[in-house]
């Protein structure tokens, strides 16, 4: 009988260390993952401090660049308009023309997406006109596909006329992905883009006749880009479009078309957004 006691009060004390030995790792673990913890949400803090510092550096270097390169496309501009310029002299205007707007398309990547990484963006809502923008970045584009020799059709449904929303970033999607539909296309080929209200949305369609996308769910990838090592400030510009949109509560879809090409499919809240 004495023995059995002593048995159970063997068992009973391995029982009661085994479980203190397992509280005291327990309470190690709980106090790694609070230290980890810490260490984690202070690199985070520090990774917020030096994207908020860059992103504020950048927007300055771009404003500084931007200053003079605007006057030298200015310049150029003027030069161009001049009809006593020799084949040569044209043709070498054009050309820092061309490196110009591709520079000043560069700079206003960089300062979007220095502002997109600061932190939410403010929305800056108010009534315009739907068809004076949409003429205005078709404008915009439209010497951009006369060098390429691609024509540029653009519609506004009748019954769309005005709406709210943030004009500035309204015409920055605009002009991106009409860009880069008119990038994609060959000599001869049309870009049309179309724009329509649907209740409390504004819908708009760009269609092109481009080089077909093997894989239309990677365009959006930055890595995608950069692991195919391409350089076109268009495709990257797609990229900060999408972001955009997102801003502004909005989303884009791309579908093949039978024809050949791509449809862009664009589609924006009219008002203020819903958070």
């Not at 009060?9 to 709980?30: F, G, N, Y």
């Not at 929305?123 to 584009?141: I, K, N, Q």
């Not at 439209?142 to 024509?151: I, L, P």
């Not at 880069?180 to 296309?185: D, E, F, L, P, Q």
């Amino acid at each position: 009988m004495a023995e059995n006691t002593v048995r159970e009060i063997d068992t009973s004390t391995k029982v009661a260390v085994a479980e203190h030995a397992d509280d005291e790792r327990v309470a190690h673990l709980i106090e790694q993952l609070k230290q980890g913890k810490s260490e984690l949400e202070e690199a985070n803090r520090e990774l917020r401090h030096v994207s908020h510092y860059r992103s504020l550096f950048l927007a300055r270097m771009s404003h500084e660049l931007r200053t003079p390169l605007t006057s030298i496309l200015g310049f150029t501009e003027i030069l161009l308009d001049q009809e006593k310029l020799t084949e040569a002299q044209r043709r070498f205007c054009q050309k820092i023309q061309t490196s110009g707007l591709q520079l000043l398309t560069s700079l206003n990547q960089l300062v979007d997406m220095s502002r997109l990484e600061v932190g939410p963006a403010e929305l800056f809502l108010h009534e315009f006109s739907l068809r004076d923008t949409l003429r205005d970045v078709c404008a915009a584009v439209e010497r951009y596909a006369q060098k390429n020799e691609v024509s540029l059709e653009w519609e506004v449904a009748p019954e769309s006329s005005s709406i709210v929303s943030d004009q500035g970033r309204l015409r920055q999607v605009l002009y991106t992905f009409l860009a880069w539909a008119v990038s994609r296309s060959s000599e001869g080929n049309c870009v049309k883009v179309y724009l329509e209200l649907t209740g409390p949305y504004l819908n708009i369609t760009i269609d092109d006749q481009g080089k077909p996308v093997e894989d239309i769910s990677r365009v959006f990838d930055p890595e995608e880009v950069s692991r195919a090592g391409k350089t076109d400030l268009n495709e990257l510009g797609i990229i900060i479009g999408r972001r955009l949109l997102e801003v502004m509560k909005g989303s884009v879809t791309l579908q093949k078309r039978e024809t050949g090409g791509l449809r862009t499919l664009i589609q924006l809240p009219v008002g203020p957004p819903k958070a």
